[in-house]
């Protein structure tokens, strides 16, 4: 159990954005993420590499935070993406992520808890 806890700090540590010491609200997000699997496929910043040194399965966040900055509307519709997958004919990610598509994530994290999270990504590019 003690090394289950010391891992899950380093990874939480090792996720958490890299200009700032994290905030309280960033170690929640981070362990919900966590405990959700969403850092299975996905990294906080850029650059990191996913399984075996490959690019990772989904967008660094700070990815995702850029490209929907200006997007009305994009904390609904990313929390759509999450409870309810993404198509793969139509991954706007190429080239950045490994992965096709999203997959549903109803059975991992409650609708509440995806919201939260999502707006707390979204904020990340202005945490720079």
């Known amino acids: 159990m003690k090394s ?6 380093g990874l939480l540590i090792a996720a958490a954005p890299a200009c700032a010491a994290p905030s309280a609200t960033d ?3 981070l362990k919900l993420a966590s405990s959700s699997g969403c850092l299975t496929c996905h990294h906080v910043e850029a650059g990191a590499k996913g ?7 989904g967008p660094a966040w700070r990815d995702v935070a850029a490209k929907y900055k200006s997007t009305p509307g994009a904390a609904e519709q990313l929390t ?11 991954s706007h990610w ?6 096709l598509a999203m997959p549903p994530n109803e059975v991992a994290i409650k609708e509440v808890d995806a919201r939260q999270l999502v707006d707390w990504i979204l904020k990340l590019d202005d945490k720079k």
């Open 94 to 99: 190429k080239g950045k992520a490994s992965g």
């Open 4 to 9: 289950l806890i010391c891992s899950l700090s």
């Open 27 to 29: 170690n929640a997000m």
């Open 51 to 57: 399984p075996e040194g490959l690019p990772p399965i």
């Open 80 to 90: 759509r993406t999450v409870m309810t997958g993404s198509n793969p004919y139509s």
